[in-house]
């Protein structure tokens, strides 16, 4: 971030009205990414968002930037194409539990195993918002919705683990309702190269509200929310009275005076294992009770797509630059007089 | 063996005018690399000539099984041939499956040479022989030659260093050698593969020369060779030729597309047969600039493509039937975004997997119709292996000139058949290139104002200063492109879109006409092109009356096409499938077609078409 910001926040708005219902989460980001990238020295043209369908997805339409509102589940493949074909430009990617996780499922893990260089933002509402209230892959089992009038069945996703499990080189954690935060995850994953996926817990206020209340709820929040920060021992709790341990079991969570203070766990977000951070992605299996938000891991990996310039480089340093004439004669040619 | 050259004591050949000759055996037996060996020596002698490969589905079909059978076709003439030939004049067979799957192709008469070696017990079993064929009347219609070529082999390999069963993998090359005795090939085109492919000093490289020789040897020295052919060098025009298969011109086409377009090339596709080996090419290309994208799907084929175009590239992607329906949504979408891209659907036999290692027109109605909404796209088709190249250049101008999606047709049979190339100029290639949007300080950039000919909208990419634009799915408005969902705007965009493929059409060449008279015309597209062409001819010269018209656009059709075809009495239609361009003439132009249907997973045969034109013309004339 530099001082003399080049830009506002209202120069990355558009003139389309933001057609989400009044209250939801999604407006919040929306301010948060405007405020970040004003805040940036980056071309605004050199900007791409790229979504697929949902509620969250209308997202590229409000930016004055490069972007597409594509098609269910797909987001992440046609960002792929942009960022493999231009891997000067910052391409991001907006995506939701539905689109992201269910129809999409398959692309996302192959950007993010492939360490495409794109900047994923799931909005995680829990559920299927633009077609009225559906349980979604996040949705907790029991949850009763109009399509699971008895309770689903469905055992959810953790997005963090599943992306850890696609060895994704930075995974993250935040919540809509800390500006701050979401801002300063935000910006840890646009200067990581590489694929990045940030989790937003989203409240959606008309299908789905108060979702995230053991985080957000005043009375719960501090003994609910994790804080896990590189290099820091992970302890939370009004008076971080609590902490996260990690032994052969995985992680969990201790009283620090019962534990003691040398055994509670160091947070390794470099750790080129992965196995960690899932193992703290696991310390709850959706935004209930004690939960971890921060950078569960960031490592450096080439990017797909500078790996595939210095391919072309190499194949035009062993070869010399292409030359349709001597390609159409690689075969072998004879002559007819 | 040893290495002095081969001294040819050979008889005067019977000069023929052309033959075809089917190499056949086990998936195992090498029969392709004989094959396209022998077309190649054939090539360099000046021979024109069309190839025919024929592949079982399986990988690994059980050895010796009718279902592993493996069999590569050549037709090579002294004249200008368009076929690989209906039927074989020679077929060689390696073992009792390959000749029980292709005996009933070859010609009554025929010349069949047989590895006698593998026709033992267990191999005659598994190909279903209750006895064995070369010892009782079976083949007395065939002119018989057999050689143990499994002891000839292992016998002249022994100082190579191949040990073992291994020795055996040089028969197809003992096969190759007493081939190119038989029809008086040059064997030094061979011997010059197998010093780049392995080096002459390796075990395998000599031990393929070494059976090379042997087969070529063992027809001078065994007197039932002695009859011996050679087919004279084809006044072919004047110029550098290469043998070409289909997918490595289509491939060639794009990459010469995109350097006259002057936009890096993307690839985003997922292996498909027989449409893999076109990603291959280009990834093998990589120094033009070439970004190949092996993606994890058919849809993030596309869709890497897509975004690869919404980036300012020449945006590809590659497929087969099945595939064209997965990608059938981004399409829809890359049309409406109007975005340039050039989807090639390497058609084989459906519904489903159906046999996807042959030839069918299965995916016409697919493509001109295969997707939701209101969704035009230009289609385009091949008719040979070396067309493919231009019609791959033309797909990209047209891409890119009318900022659209388009659809380049090929199949199965151009994918891997052969025929030679005469070399274009390729510094002669036009300059298709189209300059990305630009605007006046302060000018507020529009995306969907069109030009006025071709109706192409502005195209600005990612990196351009002002003029950041959101592209989507939903409804655009005219002129800004914001999303509207306005209803007169909406019907507005739906002809404006159709609109754009009329636009295309009022550039494109009429259709010719190929003969005369006002009884019969044959209407074809795509590969079935050389047999339509080898059997109007072949009725032409008979003095009946008869002509032949090909497309190459199929969507928008030729703006002559109505009145061409109505002004003959009679419009014959014959399709590698059940009727779908004749669907699409009738819908246009409410004329009624004869639908000539054969989906044998095979190419059509000029001799069934001949036979149907004549039931036409004798019908014509008996009313
Ligand atoms: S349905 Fe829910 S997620 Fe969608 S806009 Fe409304 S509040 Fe937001």
């Given at each position: 971030m530099t001082d003399t910001a080049r830009y506002t926040r209202s120069d990355f708005q558009t003139d389309q009205e933001v057609r989400w219902c009044p209250g939801c989460g999604d407006y919040t980001i929306l301010a948060a990414v405007q405020s970040f990238l004003a805040t940036l020295d980056v071309d605004r043209e050199k900007h791409v968002f790229v979504s697929g369908i949902g509620c969250s997805s209308r997202f590229p339409y409000y930016m004055n930037t490069y972007g597409l509102h594509t098609v269910h589940g797909r987001a992440p493949a046609i960002a792929t194409g942009i960022a493999t074909a231009n891997p000067e430009l910052t391409v991001w990617v907006i995506t939701g539990d539905g689109d992201g996780l269910s129809i999409g499922g398959n692309h996302l893990i192959h950007a993010l195993r492939r360490n495409v260089n794109l900047n994923i933002i799931m909005f995680n509402n829990q559920i299927y918002g633009l077609t009225k209230g559906q349980y979604s892959p996040t949705s907790e089992v029991g949850k009763r919705t109009k399509t699971s009038p008895m309770g689903s069945i469905d055992r959810p996703f953790n997005p963090v683990s599943l992306a850890l499990g696609s060895e994704a080189s930075f995974v993250a954690r935040t919540i809509d309702m800390d500006r701050n935060h979401t801002i300063e995850m935000l910006d840890a994953m646009f200067k990581h190269e590489g694929a990045g996926l940030l989790e937003i817990y989203q409240n959606c206020n008309v299908f789905n509200d108060k979702a995230f209340l053991d985080l957000t709820d005043k009375n719960s929040r501090d003994s609910n929310r994790i804080w896990i920060r590189d290099g820091e021992p992970i302890t939370f709790g009004a008076d971080n009275e609590y902490g996260v341990v990690v032994d052969g079991e995985g992680a969990r969570v201790v009283e620090v005076a019962k534990a003691g203070h040398r055994n509670i766990h160091v947070h390794d977000a470099g750790a080129p294992n992965p196995a960690i951070a899932f193992a703290l992605s696991r310390l709850s299996y959706g935004p209930y009770g004690p939960t971890p938000l921060g950078i569960f891991r960031n490592v450096d990996v080439p990017s797909y797509g500078h790996e595939m310039e210095n391919q072309i480089a190499e194949a035009q340093a062993a070869k010399g630059p292409g030359e349709m004439a001597k390609l159409i004669r690689s075969r072998g040619t004879w002559i007819v007089d | 063996m040893s290495d002095e050259t081969l001294t040819d004591e050979r008889p005067v050949p019977e000069q023929i005018d052309d033959v075809v000759i089917r190499f056949a055996g086990d998936s195992g037996d090498g029969m392709q690399l004989a094959g396209t060996q022998f077309t190649a020596s054939s090539a360099m002698f000046g021979n024109d000539l069309a190839t025919l490969p024929n592949f079982p589905a399986e990988i690994r079909a059980p050895q010796g099984t009718i279902g592993g059978v493996s069999s590569f076709q050549v037709h090579i003439a002294d004249w200008d041939i368009?076929?690989?030939?209906?039927?074989?004049?020679c077929l060689v067979a390696m073992n009792p499956a390959a000749l029980k799957a292709n005996l009933s192709d070859l010609v009554k008469g025929g010349l069949l040479i047989v590895n006698t070696d593998a026709f033992d017990e267990r191999n005659l079993a598994k190909a279903g022989y209750d006895t064995n064929p070369l010892d009782n009347d079976a083949l007395d219609a065939y002119q018989v030659l057999g050689a143990p070529m499994e002891m000839l082999t292992k016998e002249a390999v022994k100082d190579s260093g191949v040990k073992g069963r291994a020795t055996l993998r040089s028969k197809n090359f003992f096969a190759l050698g007493l081939m190119s005795w038989i029809y008086t090939r040059p064997i030094e085109p061979v011997l010059d593969w197998v010093d780049k492919k392995f080096g002459t000093d390796t075990p395998v490289g000599k031990a393929n020369v070494m059976a090379l020789k042997a087969g070529y040897n063992y027809g001078i020295t065994t007197e039932a060779f002695h009859h011996t052919y050679t087919i004279q060098p084809a006044p072919l025009p004047a110029g550098e030729y290469t043998n070409v298969v289909g997918n490595t011109a289509t491939a060639w086409g794009l990459i010469a597309g995109a350097e006259q377009a002057k936009l890096p090339l993307f690839i985003g596709s997922y292996p498909i047969t027989p449409a893999t080996t076109i990603l291959e090419e280009l990834a093998r290309n990589k120094n033009f600039g070439v970004k190949s994208f092996q993606a994890e799907d058919e849809i993030a084929g596309i869709g890497t493509a897509l975004g690869a175009a919404f980036a300012g590239r020449l945006a590809i992607t590659t497929t087969s039937g099945p595939g064209l329906a997965l990608k059938s949504e981004t399409l829809s979408l890359a049309m409406i975004m109007e975005l340039p891209m050039v989807v090639v659907d390497v058609q084989r036999g459906g519904p489903s997997t159906g046999l996807p290692t042959k030839v069918e027109q299965s995916d016409l109605l697919f493509a001109m119709y295969g997707r939701h909404g209101e969704s035009p796209l230009p289609i385009i088709s091949t008719s040979t292996p070396s067309d493919a190249f231009e019609v791959a250049f033309e797909a990209v101008r047209i891409a890119v000139t009318y900022m659209t999606p388009v659809i380049l047709m090929t199949d199965g049979y151009i994918a891997t058949s052969s025929e030679p190339w005469r070399l274009p100029d390729v510094s002669a290639l036009p300059d298709i290139s189209r300059p990305f949007a630009s605007i006046q300080d302060g000018e507020e950039f529009l995306p969907y104002v069109r030009d006025p000919e071709t109706l192409a909208r502005p195209w600005a990419i990612p990196g351009q200063a002002g003029m950041e634009h959101r592209l989507g799915g939903l409804e655009k408005d005219a002129t800004t492109g914001n999303v509207s969902y306005d209803p007169d705007n909406h019907e507005s965009m739906l002809h404006t879109r159709a609109r754009k493929i009329e636009a295309l059409g009022k550039s494109l060449p009429e259709v010719e006409i190929f003969g005369e008279g006002s009884d019969l015309v044959v209407l074809g597209w795509g590969s079935t092109y050389g047999a339509i062409r080898t059997a109007v001819t072949r009725v032409q010269k008979t003095g009946r009356k008869v002509a032949h018209v090909h497309l190459r656009y199929i969507n928008p059709l030729p703006s002559n096409l109505g009145a061409v075809l109505s002004s003959f009495d009679n419009v014959l239609v014959p399709e590698i499938n059940l009727g779908q361009l004749s669907r699409i003439v009738r819908a246009e132009y409410l004329i009624d077609t004869h639908s000539f249907n054969r989906v044998l997973g095979q190419p059509m045969r000029a001799r069934e078409i001949e036979t149907k034109i004549y039931e036409l013309l004798d019908q014509e004339v008996s009313s």
């Amino acid at each position: 971030m530099t001082d003399t910001a080049r830009y506002t926040r209202s120069d990355f708005q558009t003139d389309q009205e933001v057609r989400w219902c009044p209250g939801c989460g999604d407006y919040t980001i929306l301010a948060a990414v405007q405020s970040f990238l004003a805040t940036l020295d980056v071309d605004r043209e050199k900007h791409v968002f790229v979504s697929g369908i949902g509620c969250s997805s209308r997202f590229p339409y409000y930016m004055n930037t490069y972007g597409l509102h594509t098609v269910h589940g797909r987001a992440p493949a046609i960002a792929t194409g942009i960022a493999t074909a231009n891997p000067e430009l910052t391409v991001w990617v907006i995506t939701g539990d539905g689109d992201g996780l269910s129809i999409g499922g398959n692309h996302l893990i192959h950007a993010l195993r492939r360490n495409v260089n794109l900047n994923i933002i799931m909005f995680n509402n829990q559920i299927y918002g633009l077609t009225k209230g559906q349980y979604s892959p996040t949705s907790e089992v029991g949850k009763r919705t109009k399509t699971s009038p008895m309770g689903s069945i469905d055992r959810p996703f953790n997005p963090v683990s599943l992306a850890l499990g696609s060895e994704a080189s930075f995974v993250a954690r935040t919540i809509d309702m800390d500006r701050n935060h979401t801002i300063e995850m935000l910006d840890a994953m646009f200067k990581h190269e590489g694929a990045g996926l940030l989790e937003i817990y989203q409240n959606c206020n008309v299908f789905n509200d108060k979702a995230f209340l053991d985080l957000t709820d005043k009375n719960s929040r501090d003994s609910n929310r994790i804080w896990i920060r590189d290099g820091e021992p992970i302890t939370f709790g009004a008076d971080n009275e609590y902490g996260v341990v990690v032994d052969g079991e995985g992680a969990r969570v201790v009283e620090v005076a019962k534990a003691g203070h040398r055994n509670i766990h160091v947070h390794d977000a470099g750790a080129p294992n992965p196995a960690i951070a899932f193992a703290l992605s696991r310390l709850s299996y959706g935004p209930y009770g004690p939960t971890p938000l921060g950078i569960f891991r960031n490592v450096d990996v080439p990017s797909y797509g500078h790996e595939m310039e210095n391919q072309i480089a190499e194949a035009q340093a062993a070869k010399g630059p292409g030359e349709m004439a001597k390609l159409i004669r690689s075969r072998g040619t004879w002559i007819v007089d | 063996m040893s290495d002095e050259t081969l001294t040819d004591e050979r008889p005067v050949p019977e000069q023929i005018d052309d033959v075809v000759i089917r190499f056949a055996g086990d998936s195992g037996d090498g029969m392709q690399l004989a094959g396209t060996q022998f077309t190649a020596s054939s090539a360099m002698f000046g021979n024109d000539l069309a190839t025919l490969p024929n592949f079982p589905a399986e990988i690994r079909a059980p050895q010796g099984t009718i279902g592993g059978v493996s069999s590569f076709q050549v037709h090579i003439a002294d004249w200008d041939i368009l076929t690989p030939g209906d039927s074989p004049d020679c077929l060689v067979a390696m073992n009792p499956a390959a000749l029980k799957a292709n005996l009933s192709d070859l010609v009554k008469g025929g010349l069949l040479i047989v590895n006698t070696d593998a026709f033992d017990e267990r191999n005659l079993a598994k190909a279903g022989y209750d006895t064995n064929p070369l010892d009782n009347d079976a083949l007395d219609a065939y002119q018989v030659l057999g050689a143990p070529m499994e002891m000839l082999t292992k016998e002249a390999v022994k100082d190579s260093g191949v040990k073992g069963r291994a020795t055996l993998r040089s028969k197809n090359f003992f096969a190759l050698g007493l081939m190119s005795w038989i029809y008086t090939r040059p064997i030094e085109p061979v011997l010059d593969w197998v010093d780049k492919k392995f080096g002459t000093d390796t075990p395998v490289g000599k031990a393929n020369v070494m059976a090379l020789k042997a087969g070529y040897n063992y027809g001078i020295t065994t007197e039932a060779f002695h009859h011996t052919y050679t087919i004279q060098p084809a006044p072919l025009p004047a110029g550098e030729y290469t043998n070409v298969v289909g997918n490595t011109a289509t491939a060639w086409g794009l990459i010469a597309g995109a350097e006259q377009a002057k936009l890096p090339l993307f690839i985003g596709s997922y292996p498909i047969t027989p449409a893999t080996t076109i990603l291959e090419e280009l990834a093998r290309n990589k120094n033009f600039g070439v970004k190949s994208f092996q993606a994890e799907d058919e849809i993030a084929g596309i869709g890497t493509a897509l975004g690869a175009a919404f980036a300012g590239r020449l945006a590809i992607t590659t497929t087969s039937g099945p595939g064209l329906a997965l990608k059938s949504e981004t399409l829809s979408l890359a049309m409406i975004m109007e975005l340039p891209m050039v989807v090639v659907d390497v058609q084989r036999g459906g519904p489903s997997t159906g046999l996807p290692t042959k030839v069918e027109q299965s995916d016409l109605l697919f493509a001109m119709y295969g997707r939701h909404g209101e969704s035009p796209l230009p289609i385009i088709s091949t008719s040979t292996p070396s067309d493919a190249f231009e019609v791959a250049f033309e797909a990209v101008r047209i891409a890119v000139t009318y900022m659209t999606p388009v659809i380049l047709m090929t199949d199965g049979y151009i994918a891997t058949s052969s025929e030679p190339w005469r070399l274009p100029d390729v510094s002669a290639l036009p300059d298709i290139s189209r300059p990305f949007a630009s605007i006046q300080d302060g000018e507020e950039f529009l995306p969907y104002v069109r030009d006025p000919e071709t109706l192409a909208r502005p195209w600005a990419i990612p990196g351009q200063a002002g003029m950041e634009h959101r592209l989507g799915g939903l409804e655009k408005d005219a002129t800004t492109g914001n999303v509207s969902y306005d209803p007169d705007n909406h019907e507005s965009m739906l002809h404006t879109r159709a609109r754009k493929i009329e636009a295309l059409g009022k550039s494109l060449p009429e259709v010719e006409i190929f003969g005369e008279g006002s009884d019969l015309v044959v209407l074809g597209w795509g590969s079935t092109y050389g047999a339509i062409r080898t059997a109007v001819t072949r009725v032409q010269k008979t003095g009946r009356k008869v002509a032949h018209v090909h497309l190459r656009y199929i969507n928008p059709l030729p703006s002559n096409l109505g009145a061409v075809l109505s002004s003959f009495d009679n419009v014959l239609v014959p399709e590698i499938n059940l009727g779908q361009l004749s669907r699409i003439v009738r819908a246009e132009y409410l004329i009624d077609t004869h639908s000539f249907n054969r989906v044998l997973g095979q190419p059509m045969r000029a001799r069934e078409i001949e036979t149907k034109i004549y039931e036409l013309l004798d019908q014509e004339v008996s009313s």
